[in-house]
Antibody
Framework: QIQLQESGPGLVKPSQTLSLTCTVSGGSLISGAYYWSWIRQPPGKGLEWIGDIYDSGTISYNPALMSRVTISVDTSKTQFSLRLSSVTAADTAVYYC????????????????WGQGTTVTVSS | EIVLTQSPATLSLSPGERATLSCRASQSVSSYLAWYQQRPGQAPRLLIYDAINRASGIPARFTGSGFGTDFTLTISSLEPEDFAVYYCQQRTNWLTFGGGTKVEIK
């Protein structure tokens, strides 16, 4: 059974770059046409999609964050990563990595696998 | 960007009652809509995919309906563990979530 685990610093200073890694176990980043996604949730608020990488190739970003976000994948290490530059207090959130089943045969399969989430605080 | 509007923001009900949650899209998302449950301190859990299909292991009391711009999640008889926040989400045009509906104990 596939599992995802986020890792990275829990505290980042304003204006610096937030870097997180998602490690995939029990499965592969290159098997199947999935979206490997980053999603965040500020304290007490709703969910916000950051971006994703599809089938180890096509990358999409939330337009609101596009200028600051980079998502990459290391298939040999079964990891994918998030970098968010020039962070402010508004970037304080729980960050989730997730696997989205995408659209196939005219069905949308939803985000069926989530990591447990990692809390990142932006503060000096 | 497709905006998903969920209503009501909060639903106060008693165990055993029926819950009806609404999600409206700013433009058609066809059937490409999912519903999630999030309990405090936990990651979201997929309930419904492609608008009407229950995910693996989801009890039959959860039902999704709708197509295009108007969708509903119905919980036929609330169990204590169902009091949580529910989100809808679309994948037609990038990916967006609704603002959530909190189902709380009355």
């Amino acid at each position: 059974q596939i599992q995802l685990q986020e890792s990275g610093p829990g505290l980042v200073k304003p204006s610096q770059t937030l870097s997180l890694t998602c490690t995939v176990s029990g499965g592969s980043l290159i098997s199947g046409a999935y979206y490997w996604s980053w999603i965040r949730q500020p304290p007490g608020k709703g969910l916000e999609w950051i971006g994703d990488i599809y089938d180890s190739g096509t990358i999409s970003y939330n337009p609101a964050l596009m200028s600051r976000v980079t998502i990459s994948v290391d298939t040999s290490k079964t990891q994918f990563s998030l970098r968010l530059s020039s962070v402010t207090a508004a970037d304080t959130a729980v960050y989730y990595c997730a696997r989205d089943g995408g659209i196939a045969s005219d069905y949308y399969y939803g985000i069926g696998v989530w990591g447990q989430g990692t809390t990142v605080t932006v503060s000096s | 960007e497709i905006v998903l509007t969920q209503s009501p923001a909060t639903l106060s009900l008693s165990p055993g009652e029926r819950a009806t949650l609404s999600c409206r899209a700013s433009q058609s998302v066809s059937s490409y809509l999912a519903w999630y449950q999030q309990r405090p301190g936990q990651a979201p859990r997929l309930l419904i995919y492609d608008a009407i299909n229950r995910a693996s292991g989801i009890p039959a009391r959860f039902t999704g309906s709708g197509f295009g711009t108007d969708f509903t999640l119905t919980i036929s008889s609330l169990e204590p563990e169902d009091f949580a926040v529910y989100y809808c989400q679309q994948r037609t045009n990038w990916l967006t979530f609704g603002g959530g509906t909190k189902v709380e104990i009355k």
